[in-house]
């Protein structure tokens, strides 16, 4: 069984057991996390597919902790001029595990 999910404007499929890594930061004290915004589900039977949300269903995931993405690194520079400047970045991200698919 899969689901559909939509997080920070993002659309993710996730089945049971998947790791996932979400753009919001949830305090330490937050174990479990549901994510009311279904799309669509499906794997048994036939696809349940909402209008745009599917009513009543819901995902339940386990919190992780804090993980990192990659970092990008941004260059600006003129030439000719003498001018360079360099930026990085590294996103910050919520490790949670899908735990369970409610219809």
Do not use: C, W
């Not at 659309?11 to 004290?29: F, H, N, T």
């Amino acid at each position: 069984m899969y689901a559909i999910i939509e997080d920070g404007g993002r659309q993710q499929k996730v089945s049971a057991g998947d790791r996932i890594l979400i753009d919001r930061e949830i305090s330490k004290e937050t174990k479990t996390i549901t994510f009311d915004q279904v799309l669509m589900v499906g794997g048994e039977g036939d696809a349940k597919v909402g209008q745009p949300m599917l009513a009543g269903a819901t995902v339940t995931a386990d919190v992780l902790g804090l993980a990192k993405g990659e970092k990008l690194v941004t260059i600006k520079q003129k030439r000719r001029k003498g001018y360079h400047r360099k930026y990085g970045h590294r996103q910050h991200y919520t490790a949670v595990k899908i735990t369970g698919i409610n219809v």
